[in-house]
């Protein structure tokens, strides 16, 4: 059973049709939640962290936010550009670990 | 500054041949990990690297896979008798670790081809 769960697995937006994109995660002692981009042929590029419920980070047309069981990635407006695999990893507090658990990521295109 | 960079962007091999991958972290990052993702998969973790601690190498997916860290600085993973499951993109990441963000920095990756 995956620890961390991204969902859609894809999704297809027309240029500023707004969406969310889902990670949800089933272990407790959340100790950092991660957002990432990553582009074709690329590494992932660090985006967000979260690591409380309620708090929300931005950038551009992004927002990030957290609860207990879940974070959204919000795009509003988006354009184009935004096309790419948005990836969710999650750090838990079990054995003090510093290794992360990345989903399996959502692929977004934004048709112009 | 520099982001992290890994050699070569590109590796074919025949089934059964040894290859060493290596990555250069960002200066001052003392965390180093390790991935394997392959096509329209996840990030698969291999190992992780914490200043002079010993590796956490729970994710080597078997004993041919093998990877050291020198100077607390670049990494090479290695790949021994590599075989064609072996095939994926690697990646590198590096992060402040225990005395900073734990938010990973990732190289391009290498994408390993075995024949």
């Known amino acids: 059973e995956d620890q961390v769960t991204q969902s859609p697995e894809a999704l297809r937006l027309q240029e500023g049709e707004s969406s969310s994109l889902n990670c949800s995660y089933t272990?407790?002692?959340?100790?950092?939640l991660f957002w990432y981009r990553q582009d074709p042929g690329k590494g992932p590029e660090f985006l967000f962290t979260?690591?409380?419920a309620g708090e929300e980070k931005e950038k551009e047309r992004l927002k990030a936010t957290l609860t207990k069981k879940e974070s959204f990635l919000h795009i509003t407006a988006p354009k184009p550009e935004d096309s790419a695999t948005y990836l969710c990893a999650v750090r838990f507090s079990s054995g003090g670990s510093y290794i992360p658990t990345f989903g399996r990521g959502t692929s977004l295109i934004v048709h112009p | 500054g520099a982001g992290v960079s890994q050699s070569p962007s590109n590796k074919v091999t025949e089934k059964g041949k040894d290859v060493e991958l290596r990555c250069d972290p960002i200066?001052?990052?003392?965390?180093l990990y390790w991935y394997r993702q392959s096509l329209g998969q996840g990030l698969e973790f291999l190992i992780y690297f914490q200043g002079n601690s010993a590796p956490d190498k729970s994710g080597l997916p078997s004993d041919r896979f093998s990877a050291e860290r020198t100077g607390g600085s670049v990494s090479t993973l290695t790949i021994q008798r590599t075989q064609q499951e072996d095939s994926a993109v690697y990646l590198c990441?590096?992060?402040?670790?225990?005395?900073?963000?734990?938010?990973?920095?990732f190289g391009p990756g290498t994408r390993l081809t075995v024949l």
């Open positions: 200066s001052g990052h003392t965390a």
């Open positions: 990441a590096s992060s402040q670790g225990l005395a900073g963000g734990l938010e990973q920095f």
């Open positions: 979260l690591y409380s």
């Open positions: 272990v407790s002692g959340l100790r950092g």
